[in-house]
T-cell receptor, first 109, second 114 residues
Framework: GQNIDQPTEMTATEGAIVQINCTYQ??????LFWYQQHAGEAPTFLSY????GLEEKGRFSSFLSRSKGYSYLLLKELQMKDSASYLC??????????FGTGTLLAVQP | GAVVSQHPSWVICKSGTSVKIECRSL??????MFWYRQFPKQSLMLMAT?????????EQGVEKDKFLINHASLTLSTLTVTSAHPEDSSFYIC??????????FGNGTRLTVT
């Protein structure tokens, strides 16, 4: 089975930094993905963490702690276009990606 | 890289007809393709997993005779919604990956059944 826990909604200000936390439980673990999904569009891939630590990619960074079942996505220099849902998706033993409802981030001017 | 093309982007059909949606991986070989469906304000729901050359594996509650999936090659999978009804109206999204690589999504197909 799989369980994902992340905040339902968050609000942040343009230009600021926001951290979206995710705790997970899964049978088997083969990495964790973060996806971004704008309303009415398909998800787009943001990051993939397999080992513990921080992965930085431009304004977005993702952190993983396997022992704690914990990850976060850090968004810097927020822009209005970053308003979207952010989906934390562990890759379990089945290799199927099961998506939750994610965190709906609203960036305000 | 890792581009997945899905066609059509939107389709309107009459109740009782069938609709075929194509999903192609353009620059990589997709050993596995997944089909998802998403209703407004809900999460993506996995419908089925298909591996090239073998029958698709459907998730519980998904009718395999209604949602026909064919994964004929490493770059093409199709989903056919047979005898569509208004309750089948949804956003259908295909995705593909090579092994344990990240899952890459097509742009989705918005199906409206009248």
């Amino acid at each position: 089975g799989q369980n994902i826990d992340q905040p339902t909604e968050m609000t942040a200000t343009e230009g600021a930094i926001v951290q979206i936390n995710c705790t997970y439980q899964t049978s088997g673990f083969n990495g964790l993905f973060w996806y971004q999904q704008h309303a009415g569009e398909a998800p787009t891939f943001l990051s993939y963490n397999v080992l513990d630590g921080l992965e930085e990619k431009g304004r977005f960074s993702s952190f993983l702690s396997r022992s704690k079942g914990y990850s976060y996505l850090l968004l810097k220099e927020l822009q209005m276009k970053d308003s979207a849902s952010y989906l934390c998706v562990p890759n379990g033993a089945t290799n199927k990606l099961i998506f939750g409802t994610g965190t709906l981030l609203a960036v305000q001017p | 890289g890792a581009v997945v093309s899905q066609h059509p982007s939107w389709v309107i059909c009459k109740s009782g007809t069938s609709v075929k949606i194509e999903c192609r991986s353009l620059d990589f070989q997709a050993t596995t393709m997944f089909w998802y469906r998403q209703f407004p304000k809900q999460s993506l729901m996995l419908m089925a997993t298909s591996n090239e050359g073998s029958k698709a594996t459907y998730e519980q509650g998904v009718e395999k005779d209604k949602f026909l999936i064919n994964h004929a090659s490493l770059t093409l999978s199709t989903l056919t919604v047979t005898s569509a009804h208004p309750e089948d109206s949804s956003f259908y999204i295909c995705s593909a990956r090579d092994g344990r690589s990240p899952l890459h999504f097509g742009n989705g197909t918005r199906l409206t059944v009248t």
